[in-house]
């Protein structure tokens, strides 16, 4: 008897893929678009003329740009030490790793700002001021996006296969050097993308610096404190030109993380 | 020469206890067994790799049990052959050298020497996802012998390369044996591989180590020193 089962045809299921692929990407086109054509160019252009809004664009910046390379210069060991390590405990130490990424921004923030009320933290704050300050606001970028950097780089090195280490080991290397010759080289477009990451949700981070930071214009002002503040007073125009500013930061972030990647 | 006296190791539900064997100097030794009885295992422990719990190891005579893996005279070439990414064939071949801060024209000298002996001249400038699977274990070798190790630890060399590839490369396994000198251990889990290159045979089971007579494989490797 011969079997009369017959496949089905294969065009219902890539029409549903293309349906919610279509639906999914019709938000995000939509919301931006209609944040992109809200208001006038001129009037965009007028906003981000705005001494407080450069302010905020220099500060977010060279904020950005200083957590992502301090994000990358603990990322790698730690990275490397869940990649590689073989110790009790690593589980519990994963986990906590992770708790900046799980937790809300607002609770990031004021566990800053109660760190920095314990006798330890008010002798730093004496050292260096963080509370309220543009330290506070470049701590409060650097606890979220070290987080995700270390995931990244973590990532990076499960990769990368840990033998050729070794092998640098046997012709005279110390692990640090066989490290830093063979594994360090091969793992720069993680690290290039684990800078990128720290750079870019630094950019966006709001809560915990309005928290620990506060949001004082002309002083702890980057630029999602600047939207939020535009919005109080209704300024909605100001408010929308720093918006489509980040988004393209944000896509230019992204492009460059994807040509890197992609690179041979 | 290399020798492991009564080493013990544990790892996990693993555990390997008084391993002993020694292939002597000069000598194409062959350590075969299963997959997954701890060859691999051994192979780390002369490397440095893998500390033991208890036991020496010997090169040469000379106690390396607690020497880091650099300083043990020992040259390495795993399974898959494990090149450094980023680097051409040159830069892995003269590794060692650069690491041991020798002079660069001996460092070139040596590189051109090995990279003709082992037929791989052409590939200097080269990165390594670029080569084929025989061309890696080339150049892994070149890479292990640079500095003149007086031994050489070959994990599952011909795993990875097809009928033909497998052949050259056995070949070229005994005449840098005989034309170095080195002591091998040769790690596989192959009798017909293990019958055509061993001078000596190991057979690990159930944890022992224990020579075995070669006749019972084969004719065993013809080379004189």
Same mark, same amino acid.
């Given at each position: 008897?011969?079997?009369?089962?017959?496949?089905?045809?294969?065009?219902?299921?890539?029409?549903?893929?293309?349906?919610?692929?279509?639906?999914?990407?019709?938000?995000?086109?939509?919301?931006?678009?209609?944040?992109?054509?809200?208001?006038?160019?001129?009037?965009?252009?007028?906003?981000?003329?705005?001494?407080?809004?450069?302010?905020?664009?220099?500060?977010?910046?060279?904020?950005?740009?200083?957590?992502?390379?301090?994000?990358?210069?603990?990322?790698?060991?730690?990275?490397?030490?869940?990649?590689?390590?073989?110790?009790?405990?690593?589980?519990?130490?994963?986990?906590?790793?992770?708790?900046?990424?799980?937790?809300?921004?607002?609770?990031?923030?004021?566990?800053?700002?109660?760190?920095?009320?314990?006798?330890?933290?008010?002798?730093?704050?004496?050292?260096?001021?963080?509370?309220?300050?543009?330290?506070?606001?470049?701590?409060?970028?650097?606890?979220?996006?070290?987080?995700?950097?270390?995931?990244?780089?973590?990532?990076?090195?499960?990769?990368?296969?840990?033998?050729?280490?070794?092998?640098?080991?046997?012709?005279?290397?110390?692990?640090?050097?066989?490290?830093?010759?063979?594994?360090?080289?091969?793992?720069?477009?993680?690290?290039?993308?684990?800078?990128?990451?720290?750079?870019?949700?630094?950019?966006?981070?709001?809560?915990?610096?309005?928290?620990?930071?506060?949001?004082?214009?002309?002083?702890?002002?980057?630029?999602?404190?600047?939207?939020?503040?535009?919005?109080?007073?209704?300024?909605?125009?100001?408010?929308?030109?720093?918006?489509?500013?980040?988004?393209?930061?944000?896509?230019?972030?992204?492009?460059?993380?994807?040509?890197?990647?992609?690179?041979? | 020469?290399?020798?492991?006296?009564?080493?013990?190791?544990?790892?996990?539900?693993?555990?390997?206890?008084?391993?002993?064997?020694?292939?002597?100097?000069?000598?194409?030794?062959?350590?075969?067994?299963?997959?997954?009885?701890?060859?691999?295992?051994?192979?780390?422990?002369?490397?440095?790799?893998?500390?033991?719990?208890?036991?020496?190891?010997?090169?040469?005579?000379?106690?390396?049990?607690?020497?880091?893996?650099?300083?043990?005279?020992?040259?390495?070439?795993?399974?898959?052959?494990?090149?450094?990414?980023?680097?051409?064939?040159?830069?892995?071949?003269?590794?060692?050298?650069?690491?041991?801060?020798?002079?660069?024209?001996?460092?070139?000298?040596?590189?051109?020497?090995?990279?003709?002996?082992?037929?791989?001249?052409?590939?200097?400038?080269?990165?390594?996802?670029?080569?084929? +699977?025989?061309?890696?274990?080339? %150049?892994?070798?070149? *890479? $292990?012998? !640079?500095?003149?190790? &007086?031994? @050489? =630890? #070959?994990?599952?060399?011909?795993?990875?390369?097809?009928?033909?590839?497998?052949?050259?490369?056995?070949?070229?396994?005994?005449?840098?044996?005989?034309?170095? +000198?080195?002591?091998?251990?040769? %790690?596989?889990?192959? *009798? $017909?591989? !293990?019958?055509?290159? &061993?001078? @000596? =045979? #190991?057979?690990?089971?159930?944890?022992?180590?224990?020579?075995?007579?070669?006749?019972?494989?084969?004719?065993?490797?013809?080379?004189?020193?």
């Amino acid at each position: 008897m011969t079997d009369q089962h017959r496949a089905g045809p294969n065009w219902p299921f890539w029409v549903v893929i293309a349906a919610v692929t279509t639906a999914y990407l019709g938000l995000l086109f939509g919301m931006l678009a209609a944040t992109a054509t809200y208001s006038s160019p001129h009037h965009l252009i007028r906003a981000l003329g705005s001494r407080e809004i450069q302010y905020a664009t220099g500060l977010s910046l060279v904020s950005c740009t200083i957590a992502a390379l301090l994000s990358l210069i603990v990322a790698v060991p730690v990275g490397y030490l869940m990649s590689r390590g073989r110790f009790p405990g690593k589980n519990t130490l994963d986990t906590l790793l992770d708790v900046p990424i799980v937790l809300p921004p607002m609770v990031i923030g004021l566990c800053l700002l109660i760190a920095f009320q314990t006798p330890l933290g008010r002798a730093i704050d004496r050292i260096v001021p963080f509370t309220y300050t543009v330290f506070g606001v470049l701590l409060a970028q650097f606890t979220v996006g070290a987080a995700f950097a270390v995931r990244q780089m973590r990532t990076t090195f499960d990769h990368l296969a840990a033998r050729p280490e070794d092998v640098a080991m046997t012709l005279g290397c110390s692990r640090g050097r066989a490290v830093w010759l063979v594994t360090l080289p091969a793992a720069k477009r993680g690290m290039f993308s684990a800078a990128s990451i720290a750079w870019a949700r630094s950019l966006g981070e709001f809560g915990p610096i309005l928290v620990f930071a506060g949001a004082t214009r002309m002083k702890t002002e980057v630029l999602p404190t600047t939207v939020w503040l535009e919005l109080s007073v209704g300024n909605l125009e100001a408010a929308i030109a720093v918006s489509l500013l980040m988004v393209l930061l944000a896509v230019t972030v992204l492009l460059a993380m994807r040509a890197v990647g992609e690179r041979p | 020469m290399i020798s492991l006296e009564h080493i013990a190791i544990r790892s996990g539900a693993f555990a390997l206890s008084d391993v002993s064997f020694t292939v002597p100097g000069s000598v194409y030794g062959v350590l075969m067994g299963p997959t997954g009885c701890g060859k691999t295992t051994l192979i780390e422990v002369i490397c440095g790799l893998r500390k033991p719990d208890a036991g020496r190891v010997l090169v040469d005579g000379r106690d390396v049990t607690h020497e880091p893996p650099g300083n043990r005279g020992v040259g390495y070439v795993p399974q898959d052959g494990a090149m450094f990414p980023t680097m051409t064939v040159r830069q892995q071949l003269g590794f060692a050298l650069r690491i041991r801060r020798r002079p660069a024209e001996e460092t070139t000298a040596r590189v051109e020497e090995l990279a003709a002996q082992l037929g791989v001249a052409h590939l200097l400038d080269r990165k390594p996802h670029g080569l084929s +699977g025989g061309e890696r274990q080339r %150049v892994a070798l070149g *890479r $292990a012998l !640079a500095a003149r190790p &007086a031994v @050489l =630890l #070959l994990d599952e060399p011909l795993s990875a390369l097809d009928e033909n590839m497998r052949g050259d490369m056995r070949d070229l396994l005994k005449r840098v044996q005989c034309e170095h +000198g080195v002591s091998m251990l040769h %790690v596989t889990h192959d *009798r $017909a591989e !293990a019958r055509q290159v &061993a001078g @000596l =045979l #190991l057979v690990m089971t159930n944890g022992c180590v224990r020579q075995t007579d070669l006749n019972t494989l084969g004719a065993p490797c013809t080379c004189q020193h």
